[in-house]
């Protein structure tokens, strides 16, 4: 964010804690004092407004980095995001375009509870007008996330809160950008497509090394944007292995999966050896606060291994 | 109703109707058997699974069916008569029942949900025992089959429930196995012109099923598995001697007459052991070591070569092999092997001694990568010590898959059986 900051005056922070904070996770920590506080906002408890108030400054020629402090209370911006943001271009005719970005830290595996660990990826993904972004690791955040800024359009930024601890990895220091809407294969393999998003893409590395072990070879597609969804790749891997497991950590129904599946069996049915296969989180309205339960919520390697098995096993 | 071909095995994709044992128009009790069957693995008869009158027989005796293809029709009491009460046409052999077209479709009801998305597993095997109607083929492998022209039947499945996956009609396209496997069936039924004539007084006999199942195993073996052969002899005097001891009391004890063969059978579950190397099977871009030690038996009986199999050898002792083998053989001789006595061989012993047969070169029981043949025990003058003496020789001879096995492994196995039953001594318990 800094370097998007230095690189391009119109850029500013805003959300609740971000400035005296640093932000809930120390996103935004060290920002106020490079780039004063008028460029690092905090704002008031109201997501809404928040919402509302990048939507305006972004609609004036400003290129706002919104920051929704749990993914849990973007509800009241929903409005401002889904009704408002996503609208623009096409209801102007391309004559105006937000180019807003909300960034917000998403799903569980924290002991965060009912209201700090839910996955909302879906209901943005299914309005044309917004990308969604999720990328998995530091360096598809940051390279990311420099995309997301330069974007003419609006962007919700989604950024798994197990990640920010758990995942390690090396970040190039300076300029470099990954385009939105790109998704990237992550391991390589012929028997079987694993299509996964966020923090399942590390439990998904990390089962698909255990068959490796066993003889089966998985190829791990990770999607990074899941709107728009990256459908020549998804197709790319599915064509060579002939089968397709999604694992997400958002419930099943109407999730991503389903929309993976029904890309896969649109345009590569010919290809197919096996069932479209899905691994997702329990139809359970929210994640669970007790320890076993939140483990029995979140897929895991485990499990992940399993689904895998029976896969290649068909 | 309409009649299946049950599903009595795994591994059992099709089979022969030899015999119908009730003519259209009977009365058939539940349970009664409807015709005889054979399979690849063995005899049985088809139960009907319910009482009624046998409206139809749909595929004549000789003919060779997927199981789970409807066979005949019987007219359970109270039934309704199918619409327009008309016979269904007969099918010819390798057909399916064809499904039933109506105004808009039918909904399929015996198709399981697919995946973990739907109420159960894959719609491979529901695992209730009921037949499957046929094999269904994913989309890539129906269109690999298509592009390179293979008969689907022909290519053995390695997914859930037998399933033919990708991999395997690849493996099977690549291998070149088309022409092999192809060859099979035509091969063991073919002869050439010359030989299909019959001269003046020659007397022609029509293959019986189970002939005819002989014939294509021992060219799908003699055609697929590039075989070698070796032999060593063994000093079996102490086994001779031991058994002459101890049969009389052992029949008395155990009821059944004391042979060779048991002795056999456990000095090769325990050799494999430890050359898991030859409890093996070829699979393409792979060898499969087997964990269990099935030894197969081969009996000759009145109907042609059976091979029961003793399951999990390597845990008995000789008395409980005896009783096994004798117990295999008893029924392979009176036609009464059940499905799971076939299944499941990871080697073959095959006891020639009886025949009076001093060499012996078998074909391998395809898939297994080794067979054992046991000679004839003959005294005969030997060399120990600088000396002669007359001792009880056997011959083993081992035939294997050179694509498996080195001669070196396959020496050094079956030296070890040689060993181990020299080591056989007449003072040891039985």
């Known amino acids: ?314 | 109703m309409r009649i299946l071909l049950p599903q009595v095995g795994e591994s059992v994709a099709e089979a022969i109707i030899d015999k119908w044992l009730k003519k259209v128009g009977d009365l058939v009790e539940k349970y009664e058997p409807l015709a005889e069957v054979v399979t690849d693995k063995v005899n049985m008869e088809m139960p009907s699974p319910v009482s009624g009158v046998l409206t139809s027989i749909l595929v004549e005796e000789g003919q060779t069916v997927q199981m789970g293809t409807v066979v005949a029709e019987i007219k359970v009491e109270g039934e309704e008569e199918a619409p327009g009460g008309e016979a269904s046409p007969p099918v010819s052999a390798g057909d399916r029942a064809p499904d039933v077209i109506d105004r808009i479709g039918t909904l399929l009801k015996d198709v399981a949900p697919v995946g973990p998305t739907g109420s159960g597993g894959p719609a491979v095997d529901d695992g209730d025992g009921a037949p499957r109607s046929k094999p269904r083929y994913s989309p890539v492998v129906q269109h690999l089959a298509a592009e390179h022209d293979v008969d689907l039947s022909m290519v053995a499945g390695s997914g859930i429930g037998g399933r033919v996956t990708r991999k395997d009609v690849q493996a099977y396209v690549d291998a070149g196995a088309e022409a092999a496997q192809g060859r099979v069936s035509e091969a063991a039924t073919a002869g050439t012109a010359q030989a299909r004539a019959p001269a003046e007084g020659d007397e022609r006999v029509p293959l019986r099923p189970v002939r005819r199942m002989i014939a294509e195993n021992m060219v799908r073996s003699a055609t697929e598995i590039p075989e070698a052969w070796t032999m060593v002899e063994a000093d079996v005097t102490g086994l001779v001697r031991l058994r002459e001891a101890a049969k009389a009391d052992f029949q008395r004890r155990e009821g059944v007459n004391l042979t060779y063969l048991p002795f056999v059978v456990q000095v090769v579950a325990d050799s494999l052991k430890e050359h898991r190397l030859v409890n093996s099977t070829w699979a393409g871009d792979a060898i499969i070591l087997k964990h269990r030690i099935n030894i197969g038996v081969a009996i000759a009986t009145p109907n042609g070569l059976v091979v029961p199999v003793v399951h999990d050898a390597g845990s008995l002792s000789v008395a409980r092999l005896a009783k096994a083998v004798h117990d295999l053989a008893t029924r392979a001789r009176r036609g009464k092997l059940d499905v799971t006595d076939v299944q499941g061989g990871t080697f073959t012993v095959n006891n020639t001694g009886p025949l009076g047969s001093v060499v012996g070169k078998a074909l391998i029981n395809h898939p297994q990568a080794a067979i054992l043949n046991t000679e004839a025990i003959v005294k005969r003058p030997v060399v120990i010590n600088d000396a002669i003496a007359i001792r009880s020789i056997m011959n083993l001879c081992i035939t294997f898959d050179h694509r498996i096995l080195d001669g070196m492994e396959a020496g050094a196995f079956v030296t070890d059986v040689k060993r181990r039953l020299e080591a056989i001594r007449p003072d040891m318990e039985v």
């Not at chain 1, 999720?134 to 420099?146: I, N």
């Open chain 1, 1 to 314: 964010m800094s370097e998007e900051m230095d690189r391009d005056s119109r850029v500013f922070v805003m959300g609740e804690d971000v400035s005296a904070r640093g932000g809930v996770f120390l996103a935004t920590d060290g920002l106020t004092e490079r780039f004063g506080e008028e460029r690092v906002i905090d704002t008031p408890l109201a997501e809404s407004s928040i919402a509302g108030i990048a939507l305006g400054a972004a609609l004036n020629g400003m290129r706002p980095i919104a920051e929704i402090q749990f993914a849990d209370f973007i509800w009241p911006s929903v409005n401002q995001l889904v009704g408002e943001a996503a609208r623009v271009r096409y209801g102007t005719k391309g004559s105006m375009s937000v180019p807003l970005v909300v960034r917000s830290p998403y799903g569980g595996g924290v002991r965060g509870g009912l209201y700090h660990s839910q996955s909302v990826e879906t209901f943005f993904t299914h309005t044309p007008g917004l990308k969604v972004v999720t990328p998995a690791t530091p360096y598809d955040a940051k390279g990311l996330l420099k995309s997301a800024i330069r974007d003419d359009d609006p962007v919700v930024f989604l950024e798994h809160k197990r990640t920010y601890r758990l995942v390690r990895g090396e970040v190039p220091e300076g300029e470099y950008t990954l385009p939105i809407g790109a998704a990237d294969v992550k391991m390589q393999g012929d028997d079987m497509s694993v299509v996964t998003y966020g923090l399942m893409l590390h439990h998904c590395l990390e089962a698909a090394r255990t068959l490796a072990e066993e003889g089966v070879s998985v190829e791990v597609v990770d999607l990074r944007t899941i709107r728009p969804l990256d459908e020549e790749a998804i197709l790319r891997s599915v064509r060579k292995t002939g089968k397709c497991l999604i694992v997400h950590e958002d419930t099943k129904a109407g999730g991503i999966g389903g929309e993976v599946a029904a890309i896969v069996s649109e345009h590569a049915f010919e290809h197919l050896d096996g069932p479209v296969m899905r691994l997702a989180g329990p139809e359970v309205p929210a994640m669970p606060f007790s320890p076993p339960l939140e483990a029995m919520f979140l897929p895991d390697e485990d499990r992940i291994a399993g689904a895998m098995r029976k896969l290649a096993g068909y």
